[in-house]
C-alpha cells in the first residue's frame, strides 16, 4: 500500500510540473505580448525619466499578479472540490493549510521566473526606438 501511494504522489507531482511548465510558458508568451502592445508607453515612461528598474518592476509585479490571481482560484476550486466530496460523498478529504500556502506560493514564483524575461527585455528598450514604435 506504501509502495501505491508512493508511486501515485511521483505521478501526480510528475504531472504538476508538466502543467506548471506548460503555465509559465503561457505566462511569459502573455506577458511579451503586452511588452510589444506596450512599447510606446514604455519608451514615454522611460524619456520622461523611468530607470530599467521601474520597468522591470512594473512587468515582475504584472506577472506575479497574473499568477497569484491564478494562485488563488485554483487554491479556492481545490479547497471546493475536497469539501463538496466530503460532503456529497462522504469521502474523507481534507486540505492541509500548508499545502495551500506551499501552493499559493509557488504560483508566484512560478509568476516570478517566467515574467523576469519579457520584463528585462521591457526595460532594456531604447526611449527613441519605443516611441518610433507602431
Same mark, same amino acid.
Given at each position: @500500500?506504501?509502495?501505491? &501511494?508512493?508511486?501515485? #504522489?511521483?505521478? /501526480?507531482? *510528475? ?8 503555465? #509559465?510558458?503561457?505566462? @511569459?508568451?502573455? @506577458?511579451?505580448?503586452?511588452? &510589444? ?9 522611460? %524619456? /520622461?525619466? *523611468? &530607470? ?12 506575479? &499578479? ?6 488563488? $482560484?485554483?487554491?479556492? $476550486?481545490?479547497? #471546493? ?14 486540505? *492541509? ?10 504560483? %508566484? ?9 519579457? *520584463? ?9 526606438? %519605443?516611441?518610433?514604435?507602431?
Amino acid at each position: @500500500m506504501n509502495q501505491t &501511494t508512493t508511486i501515485f #504522489g511521483v505521478l /501526480l507531482a *510528475a504531472i504538476a510540473s508538466v502543467s506548471l511548465l506548460v503555465g #509559465g510558458v503561457g505566462i @511569459m508568451n502573455i @506577458m511579451l505580448v503586452s511588452v &510589444t502592445e506596450r512599447t510606446r508607453e514604455i519608451g514615454i515612461r522611460k %524619456a /520622461l525619466g *523611468a &530607470t530599467r528598474w521601474h520597468i522591470l518592476l512594473q512587468f515582475l509585479i504584472e506577472a506575479v &499578479t497574473l499568477c497569484a490571481l491564478g494562485g488563488i $482560484i485554483g487554491v479556492v $476550486i481545490g479547497v #471546493g472540490s475536497a469539501t463538496t466530496l466530503r460532503t456529497v460523498l462522504q469521502w474523507n478529504t481534507q486540505v *492541509a493549510p500548508a499545502s495551500v500556502v506551499v501552493a499559493f506560493l509557488f504560483a %508566484a514564483l512560478v509568476g516570478i521566473v517566467f515574467g523576469v524575461w519579457p *520584463a528585462r527585455q521591457a526595460s532594456r528598450l531604447d526611449p527613441i526606438v %519605443a516611441l518610433r514604435y507602431e
